[in-house]
């Protein structure tokens, strides 16, 4: 069921009548040789039912197989797929990026290549956005992993929920569409590490979820590793929370009372006693534990200047070796370059045409 139905559409909340609009599709693609056409022709389907003007935008995240080449074929076939060849593996987050950038839609959907996000929620996401939503995101049920990876995505919702400062839905990846006017905040913000999820959730605007059932993954290969996804879970905690340095501080204060409750019993007994301070092993593991939570400490510390150091130097996310199908393939971001200009809309053209030709300002 799709929440439209439940929305009361006000004046301002009012779209383009959905054939006049164009829906760009962002996919992320490494190693996915084997569903890529497959893939292809169920998002084209789900697009074709909406009736609007649409692209799909893959973007190859240096994939060792055959992944280029299928894409380019697809491409080849037709005008509306389009292509970026990252000159290297630079991340999934990088590829959301670009595919945001490239983008020149109304709205972006941003789904995965595996065929776990169902290319039919598309339909629901389009009626939900004509409704008067700038965002709607899908929120998993029934996924179909093994019972401990379930256990640690919901583990990690809770936990994030808990602790960032942005309130992020839980069970929301990245599957959802967005207005154009939120893909272009998203892109323009500077964040080097990013959770897509979060930084969604952090722009505002008019946001709500629908239940989509996760599907399965058409091999049993998942592209992500677990070192990989502990790494976007640490990204998450680190960029929407700073209770690592709260809880710091809090032990480094309980620390610092701890130790002046020991230096005056010390001095206590030495100076007003004068008996022997005994407990060499005591004080050893007393020194023993403080010091490990300065590591502690220090490590965390490292983790912000870490990512501190990385924006600073402002290395590109991402670069492009190569682009198909795209008209002026010399422009970095087609979303932006769009927004600049001021022309008036387009007037809408038949569906059969490009839809860059057609939809250019």
């Not at 076939?77 to 490239?102: E, I, S």
């Not at 992020?168 to 913000?189: C, E, H, S, T, Y």
């Not at 946001?207 to 091999?219: L, P």
């Not at 709260?246 to 480094?252: H, R, S, V």
């Amino acid at each position: 069921m799709s929440a439209a139905s439940d929305i009361q559409t006000t004046k301002d909340s009012a779209r383009k009548p959905v054939t006049d609009v164009l829906i760009s599709v962002v996919l992320p693609v490494f190693n996915e040789e084997s569903v890529l056409t497959e893939l292809q022709q169920a998002v084209e389907e789900a697009l074709q039912t909406v009736g609007s003007q649409y692209e799909i935008i893959f973007v190859n995240d240096g994939s060792s197989d055959k992944s280029g080449l299928i894409l380019d074929e697809l491409a080849e076939l037709n005008p509306r797929v389009r292509v970026l060849h990252f000159a290297k593996n630079f991340g999934h987050q990088a590829a959301v990026q670009a595919g945001l950038l490239h983008a020149i839609g109304d709205a972006i959907v941003i789904m995965d290549s595996d065929m776990q996000d169902s290319p039919t929620a598309i339909v629901d996401f389009v009626e939900t956005w004509q409704a008067g939503y700038d965002v709607v995101y899908a929120i998993r049920t029934k996924r179909k992993e093994n019972s401990l990876k379930r256990w640690a995505f919901q583990t990690f919702h809770k936990i994030l929920n808990q602790i960032s400062h942005t309130p992020i839905p839980r069970d929301a990846g990245n599957f959802g569409l967005i207005d154009r006017k939120v893909a272009i905040q998203i892109a323009q913000l500077n964040d080097r590490d990013r959770y897509f999820p979060g930084l969604r959730s952090w722009v505002g605007y008019r946001q709500t979820g629908i239940q989509v059932e996760r599907m399965a993954r058409y091999d049993d290969n998942p592209r992500v590793s677990f070192v990989q996804l502990c790494r976007l879970a640490k990204t998450a905690i680190f960029s929407f929370s700073f209770l690592p340095l709260t809880i710091f501080y809090l032990i480094a204060a309980l620390s610092t009372l701890v130790c002046l409750a020991l230096i005056s019993f010390v001095l206590y007994h030495k100076l007003f006693t004068g008996l022997a301070i005994p407990g060499w092993a005591s004080t050893t593991i007393t020194a023993s534990f403080f010091g490990a939570l300065n590591a502690l400490g220090i490590g965390i510390l490292g983790e912000y200047v870490t990512r501190i150091y990385d924006q600073v130097r402002a290395r590109p996310m991402y670069i492009v070796g190569s682009k198909t199908n795209f008209t002026n393939p010399e422009i970095e971001a087609p979303l932006l370059a769009r927004q600049k200009q001021s022309e008036p809309e387009p007037t809408p053209v038949s569906r059969d045409l490009d839809p860059e030709y057609s939809r250019q300002r």
